[in-house]
């Protein structure tokens, strides 16, 4: 087993499964959370719960300039947030920079506790298509990060080819469905568990769980 391991942790469904997934391959475990701008600041609180619940340490560190410097729909209240994804781009809950500010400070921040493995839970079968969720940039990042500090850094994504279905059944194997379903907030209108049900995220989120409800039931029968 690695000895350990940081994880980018945000309290939402991707984040919190890569933290126990983490658990399970790494001796010790230390989980970073930002603050960004984000219009919900409930969610580091969120977070904070959930890593003290997994006996995890838990560090926040404010990135607020993200959130100043681009513009987004999760930052900015007076933006109306796209409901669909824009056929020739991504919608306006794009965080532009975020993932690559994100990936940068948790490097230094790991390299401080001799941390060379850090988790983050993107996915390029999100479908948004943020291109910072994407196996090409996280790659480039990886090494670009390596270049900069002259350190071997390895960046995992247990979640990049897997969908949302697919994340559930691996919440499930690690034996934290019911956490992941009750306790982390990934609605973009800042309701905790099973969401508003209306946004993209909890459209996304729910039709994964109930996709994946439904195939467990059916071998189970
Ligand atoms: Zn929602």
């Not at 990060?145 to 071997?152: V, Y």
């Amino acid at each position: 087993m690695e000895d350990s391991a940081l994880v980018v942790f945000s309290g939402g469904q991707d984040s919190t499964t890569c933290l126990f997934w983490a658990k399970k391959n790494f001796k010790r475990v230390v989980a970073l959370c930002f603050t960004y701008g984000q219009k919900h600041v409930k969610e580091v609180e969120i977070a904070r719960a959930i890593a003290e619940h997994a006996g995890v340490d838990f560090h926040l560190l404010d990135a607020t300039f993200i959130g100043t410097l681009g513009t987004s729909s999760l930052t900015d209240s007076s933006l109306v947030m796209d409901q669909e994804k824009p056929a020739d781009s991504f919608p306006n809950t794009f965080v532009p920079g975020r993932n690559l500010f994100f990936l940068s400070i948790a490097a230094v921040f790991a390299r401080e506790q001799s941390i060379r493995n850090i988790i983050t839970g993107v996915s390029q079968t999100d479908f948004s298509g943020y291109p910072d969720c994407r196996d090409t940039f996280i790659r480039s990042a990886n090494v670009t990060i390596n270049l900069a500090m002259g350190e071997q850094f390895i960046i995992h994504t247990p979640l990049m080819w897997i969908n949302k279905e697919q994340t559930w059944a691996l919440a499930d194997q690690l034996g934290v469905l019911d956490l992941v379903r009750t306790k982390t907030l990934t609605c973009y209108n800042g309701i905790v568990g099973d969401g508003c049900g209306k946004c993209p995220a909890c459209k996304l989120r729910k039709a994964g769980l109930d996709h994946y409800l439904a195939n467990k039931n059916k071998e189970n029968d």
